[in-house]
């Protein structure tokens, strides 16, 4: 029979490892993103994300004047302007690396930003999930000790 601590110790690490899980599975492989954002007037807004060979990357904008600035990596898209009304951008990743796309408004009215990118997930994320998972793990390593022998004090 389970004692009441460990009973409690493997729902909270229960709870942990499918927390964990739940947010893990949605980082893996490519990730699309949707921009829909209103820029105000002197305002600015950059998007720097990791993209792939191939990705493709769409971006729109709409306003009176603004200014564009892309960087991708290699002999990819390299923007450097400023414009007026309407622009349409819309690319192939030449190669693995940072992309970075900044829109700053020079006009008097709202710049509107909408598109699309696609992306892959920092590695750094994969860890940031993996952490309660194992301490889940852990949690319910410890609690199972619990009905092996109980701990003085306990």
Known sequence: MLSKKTAIGIGIGSFLILLGSIFLIPSFGKQTQSIDETIGKGDNTIYQFDAQKNFHEMVNVTGSSFHVKIKTPADGLQVDE????????????????????????????????????????NPIEFAKHMLPIISGIIIIGISAVFTVRKPRGF
Do not use: C, M, P, Q
């Open 82 to 121: 400023a414009f007026k009304n309407k622009v349409n951008l819309d690319w192939y990743g030449v190669e693995d690396g940072s992309h970075r796309i900044e829109v700053t408004n020079t006009g008097d009215s709202e710049v509107r930003v909408f598109g699309t990118l696609k992306f892959i997930s």
